[in-house]
């Protein structure tokens, strides 16, 4: 478990770091391109070291009864992270193709319209779902470390869009909201929700090949 804490706090502390106050340093001394393959490599070694030293700890036991209202509840949120996650891929103003400006102009739609981080609050609902149904110390830490990576790391990501995009960034974010539906009711549009609830069959009917079976909408079925 310390093994795990250790690299847990690595595989988040680079991530800020990296992107945060080492960013502009690592830039100037190796350039945008080896930058990049400077972040992917550390992100996947810290990220390898915490699923092994993950396997490695040995179960516990489990912080309350998982039955099935929990799993229901954990089914549904797990779809409308896949329908975030989906139509986060599309038009994101958060990626660097993706002229802010532009996108403010036009203002939100789809997905952007419920939360303008779809893809952090899916990848923070992938991990609160898998720690309300496997409530173990062990995966307190695993996904704990990913939900505060995705969600601290949004709050972290608008502070330096708005330092480095300035207006077009300010204007983006005075059109939308951090936390889901915060600015009213939206619809994903039919990209997301078809895209995403494809994503949410596979994703649950695939973990029978890592031996997990019954998982989601399959534990009824």
Do not use: C
Not at 55 to 65: D, F, K, L, R, T
Not at 127 to 152: D, E, K, M, Q, S
């Amino acid at each position: 478990m310390t093994t795990l804490l250790i690299a847990a706090i690595a595989f988040v502390g680079t991530h800020f770091l990296m992107s945060h106050p080492l960013r502009a340093p690592m830039v100037r001394l190796l350039g945008n391109f080896f930058f990049l393959g400077a972040y992917s490599a550390v992100s996947i070694v810290t990220l390898i070291w915490m699923i092994q030293a993950y396997n490695a700890v040995p179960p516990g036991e489990a912080a309350w009864a998982v039955g099935d209202p929990l799993w229901a509840v954990a089914t549904v949120l797990m779809w409308f992270g896949s329908v975030l996650f989906v139509g986060s891929l599309l038009g994101n103003p958060a990626f660097p193709y993706v002229i802010a400006g532009e996108a403010g102009a036009r203002g939100p739609k789809g997905v952007f319209a419920i939360t303008r981080h779809p893809m952090m609050w899916g990848i923070a609902l992938w991990g609160i779902v898998h720690i309300l149904i496997a409530p173990r110390p062990a995966n307190f830490v695993l996904n704990g470390a990913i939900i505060i990576l995705a969600l601290v790391g949004s709050a972290l990501q608008d502070g330096k869009k708005k330092r480095l995009l300035g207006e077009a960034w300010r204007g983006w974010v005075a059109r939308t909201s951090y936390f889901p539906f915060a600015r009213g009711f939206a619809m994903p549009g039919a990209t997301a929700l078809i895209g995403g609830t494809l994503l949410w069959l596979l994703a649950m009917y695939g973990h029978r090949w890592f031996g997990i079976m019954g998982a989601g909408v399959f534990r009824w079925v």
